[in-house]
């Protein structure tokens, strides 16, 4: 381990906002080598406002190393999209730990955690997300039991911004 304990897992508090937001920008920033279409900065308020109001209802945790900082987080909900379902769903969302903290089981201990504190709400099953280009992340995933549901496919306008930047296959092919 990086400074020799496991990180402890607990409920984001309002004094974790400011942190948990830098991490998620570090989150958004590196998953765009994944294809992800997020702006990292540009998103921080909306974060910021995610993490606060998340950290106040108990849908986020956080790891914390020894010194108190955090390393780690992850978000989840019960499902409120409003759609009838055969069962409850929770939703799990931005799983992120620090790089030089990876490999150490702090992202299954904030998975676990998640689903435990789901489980309790009364979701019966849970979803997540992860890129489509992130192997590592689909493999931590389907080590964890999580299956393939729903598959997002996606595609640049000709002559939009995405097309002009290279973001898709249209780019691709000139």
């Known amino acids: 381990m990086a400074d020799g304990e496991r990180p402890t897992v607990a409920p984001a508090t309002v004094d974790d906002v400011d942190d948990v937001t830098d991490l998620w920008v570090a989150l958004a920033a590196g998953q765009r080598r994944h294809g992800s279409t997020l702006l990292a ?8 406002e995610w993490v ?17 900082r955090a390393v780690g987080f992850v978000g989840f909900a019960l499902d409120r999209e409003g759609y009838e379902r055969d069962g409850v769903r929770g939703t799990v969302s931005n799983l992120f730990v620090t790089p030089d903290r990876r490999g150490e089981g702090i992202g299954a201990d904030l998975l676990d955690a998640a689903e435990r504190a789901l489980a309790a709400a009364g979701a ?15 493999a931590f995933y389907a080590d964890r039991g999580y299956d ?18 290279g973001d898709g296959p249209a780019s691709e092919t000139r």
Not at 128 to 135: G, I, R, V
Not at 148 to 165: N, Q
């Open 41 to 48: 900065e540009a998103n921080r308020g909306a974060v910021r």
């Open 148 to 165: 393939l549901h729903r598959v997002e496919l996606t595609k640049p306008l000709p002559d939009s911004p995405a097309d002009e930047r």
């Open 124 to 138: 019966e099953r849970v979803a997540l997300e992860a890129l489509a280009d992130n192997e590592r992340a689909r």
């Open 52 to 68: 606060a109001r998340s950290a106040v209802t108990g849908e986020l945790l956080v790891a914390r190393g020894a010194d108190g």
